[in-house]
């Protein structure tokens, strides 16, 4: 077979090894043009229309719904059982509705947008996605599905901190509390977050070297966060970022290559057939594989760079408009934060500072407005419980169990109490009573608990 350079014209008949454009030409590297059988030089055992059919999967089975749903609870059940290592039974379930509706707003931008193969799952101790492809993947698009996520999060904490303000009931709080802050954080333009990727997609990924800048110190930074924050799984996904950086290189270098290719072809009219796979796949390196020589890792090399390829930046209207929309959301994000923060009673905010008998002053006016409230009961035995007045405090978690009897933080801190005060049988009682309910008590303090009782484990 006589192999020759796509470009130039250049054929290894011409005596030469190497075409002024830089293809070895005494190696075979076949190119589209050398493809009339749809064989590829990368990965031959496999044909283009074989790649083609495993990116876009045309033909659709009838269980392919019932396998999403599948997908969404299995990964769904080993979030929530991992999660009670980190959560209490009430904190885990807002989180996962939290996090539900988050990907909610981006799966329904997704399904806006035509986007295939939609699909949500969770990710043990970290959080949740949404998977899709669009055919057409313009960068200003997939801008738009990025910020479509923390949008109605923060719409539903803000009626929660109203809610709050009216009723003064803690769970409305704690409601409002993790859908402002998990949204809200998710704005952050740091990489991979949702900020991040926005930013990525208007601004940075015009060029490739201010692009891996812009994810490399965005990464560092959402490491060093996420230390701060003891967070130590997240870490993991910043990492998975920078590992993922030599395999986009390739992916750039040969999209770099196709624009080249195809500079009087206008890019939008492309569609991505055979041809076009054939076309990716002689600009790929072989290098891109990394040993992982399999049908399904090819197609999805050649699905990066298509997308690639259309990572077209908005017009600079497009990218006003879509910053302009950035802000309103950001300036959004920042007036419920302000809200959650005004809905704090002043007790709560003394009991912050640590000045304590005004917090215990400030309950009990609230106490008076309302006698049922149990919130004010648990912080003011908290108050207490810092003044290491174990009975007071004692008696305020007893009268807040008493409004709310399922409420485990509560039979945990009156275990403590009783801990404290020497009532080692009762502690235990209400330490396993919390535990039943859901909290994780620290197993260390059940150890010293032990001992004072004298049990074995």
């Known amino acids: 077979m006589n192999w020759h350079c796509p470009e130039c014209g250049s054929t290894n008949d011409d ?24 064989i590829n030089s990368l990965l031959p055992g496999y044909s283009d229309t074989d790649v083609l059919l ?39 379930m807002i989180v996962i509705v939290v996090l539900f509706i988050h990907e909610a707003g981006h799966l329904t931008a ?26 057409t993947p313009y960068s200003s698009r997939k801008a738009l599905v990025s910020i479509a996520g923390p949008l ?4 539903i904490g803000l009626f929660f901190v109203v809610l709050h303000a009216g009723m003064k009931e803690r769970i409305y709080y704690d409601i409002a509390s993790m859908f402002i802050f998990i949204n809200a954080f998710n704005l952050l333009p740091l990489y991979p977050l949702d900020g991040g990727r926005f930013f990525d997609l208007i601004l940075f990924s015009r060029n490739y070297a201010v692009e891996v800048i812009f ?19 997240l870490i993991l996904i910043p990492l998975f970022i920078l590992l993922s950086l030599k395999r986009s290189y390739y992916v750039y270098k040969a999209t770099k290559g196709l624009k080249t290719e195809l500079f009087d072809a206008s890019i939008e009219t492309l569609k991505l057939d055979e041809e076009t796979v054939g076309r990716i796949r002689s600009r790929l390196d072989e290098k891109v594989l990394s040993g992982k020589r399999s049908l399904k890792n090819l197609a999805t090399l050649v699905d990066a760079t298509w997308q690639r390829l259309f990572n077209i930046p908005p017009s600079p209207l497009k990218t006003i408009s879509l910053l302009f929309l950035y802000i309103l959301c950001v300036c959004f994000a920042g007036a419920a934060i302000v809200g959650i923060a005004a809905s704090i009673d002043r007790g709560s905010v003394y009991l912050i500072k640590g ?56 039979y945990n801190i009156r275990g403590r109490a009783y801990y404290f005060k020497g009532k080692y049988e009762k502690s235990w009682e ?18 010293d608990l032990r001992k004072a009782l004298g049990r074995q484990k």
Not at 16 to 36: F, H, K, N, W
Not at 123 to 128: K, N, V
């Open 152 to 155: 109605p999060g923060l719409f």
């Open 355 to 410: 000045e304590h008998d005004q917090a215990i002053s400030a309950f009990n006016k609230a106490l008076e407005v309302n006698p049922k409230d149990s919130g004010a009961y648990k912080n003011r035995g908290a108050a207490y419980m810092n003044k290491g007045q174990f009975d007071q405090a004692i008696s305020d978690y007893t009268k807040a169990l008493e409004i709310n009897p399922k409420d485990a933080e509560a």
């Open 430 to 447: 209400d330490l396993n009573k919390a535990e039943d309910l859901g909290y994780k008590v620290p197993p260390e303090f059940f150890d």
């Open 110 to 135: 997704m399904k806006l947008f035509k986007y295939s193969d939609v699909k949500m799952f969770f990710l043990p101790l970290i959080g949740a996605a949404v998977a899709g492809r669009e055919p």
């Open 15 to 38: 005596s030469i090894s190497r075409c002024m454009c830089g293809y070895e030409l005494d190696t075979p590297v076949a190119t589209y043009s050398d493809q009339a059988d749809g």
């Open 215 to 233: 994810k490399v110190v965005t990464s560092l930074l959402f490491i060093m966060l996420a230390i701060s924050l003891r967070t130590w799984l």
């Open 54 to 92: 495993q990116i876009t999967n045309p033909a659709k089975k009838k269980n392919d719904v019932l396998k999403k749903i599948a997908i969404l609870i299995v990964s769904l059940g080993i979030f929530a059982g991992t999660g009670l290592f980190q959560f209490t039974l009430k904190e885990l």
